[in-house]
T-cell receptor, first 115, second 116 residues
Framework: NAGVTQTPKFRVLKTGQSMTLLCAQD?????MYWYRQDPGMGLRLIHY???????AKGEVPDGYNVSRLKKQNFLLGLESAAPSQTSVYFC??????????????FGPGTRLTVL | GESVGLHLPTLSVQEGDNSIINCAYS??????FIWYKQESGKGPQFIID?????DKRQGQRVTVLLNKTVKHLSLQIAATQPGDSAVYFC???????????????FGKGTLLTVNP
């Protein structure tokens, strides 16, 4: 049981390049999330998904797109990378439920630098 | 709007001492709280959680206390070890329609340093 995995671990892009970050979970969780973490800012939600085939915007969605074609995978895309997107990106997953069962489990992160 | 904050951004303790990390939340409707530990270069790791109908919950060497009157959450770590050095942050859930929660609000974190 690997939990939540992310690829790649590190990436350097030039401004304007595109890339896709892959998140996979083997816990059969319905919900998946993409966050970015910047110094002094805490975790900010980019996009999330409450089930296969569904996605929704979070707090900071601009410049990113996502897809959830399979329940276990959640992809984050940057169509035209900008230096402001330099950050550490975390994927998380959780199972649905009533109060007290929304714990999110995180992947190890992807450190992205945009030059 | 909602906010989750920490009283102390840094905390330095001696090995073997007990540590207390604090968190204030502003939304009285929050019904579920989680503490995460994040070591350098790693993803956040679940430590312990507590529902709003409880005021205390204990785990292995950790205890979470919830004071709803003053909207305050704390994490106590007993006999702190060098391996406990990390950033600790709290998260809160505000229940949304349908009875299913899926978004958490995270605090910025407190850096705990354990001196040998």
């Amino acid at each position: 049981n690997a939990g939540v995995t992310q690829t790649p671990k590190f990436r350097v892009l030039k401004t304007g390049q595109s890339m896709t970050l892959l998140c996979a979970q083997d816990m059969n969780h319905e919900y998946m999330y993409w966050y970015r973490q910047d110094p002094g800012m805490g975790l900010r939600l980019i996009h999330y998904s409450v089930g296969e085939g569904t996605t929704a915007k979070g707090e900071v969605p601009d410049g990113y797109n996502v897809s959830r074609l399979k329940k276990q995978n959640f992809l984050l895309g940057l169509e035209s990378a900008a230096p402001s997107q330099t950050s550490v990106y975390f994927c998380a997953s959780s199972r649905p439920g009533t109060s007290g069962r929304g714990t999110q489990y995180f992947g190890p992160g992807t450190r992205l630098t945009v030059l | 709007g909602e906010s989750v904050g920490l009283h102390l951004p840094t905390l330095s303790v001696q090995e073997g001492d007990n540590s207390i990390i604090n968190c204030a939340y502003s939304n009285s409707a929050s019904d579920y709280f989680i503490w995460y530990k994040q070591e350098s270069g790693k993803g956040p790791q679940f430590i312990i959680d507590i529902r709003s109908n409880m005021d205390k919950r204990q785990g292995q060497r950790v205890t979470v206390l919830l004071n709803k009157t003053v909207k305050h959450l704390s994490l106590q770590i007993a006999a702190t070890q060098p391996g406990d050095s990390a950033v600790y942050f709290c998260a809160e859930n505000v229940p949304r329609g349908g009875g299913s929660n899926y978004k958490l609000t995270f605090g910025k974190g407190t850096l705990l340093t354990v001196n040998p």
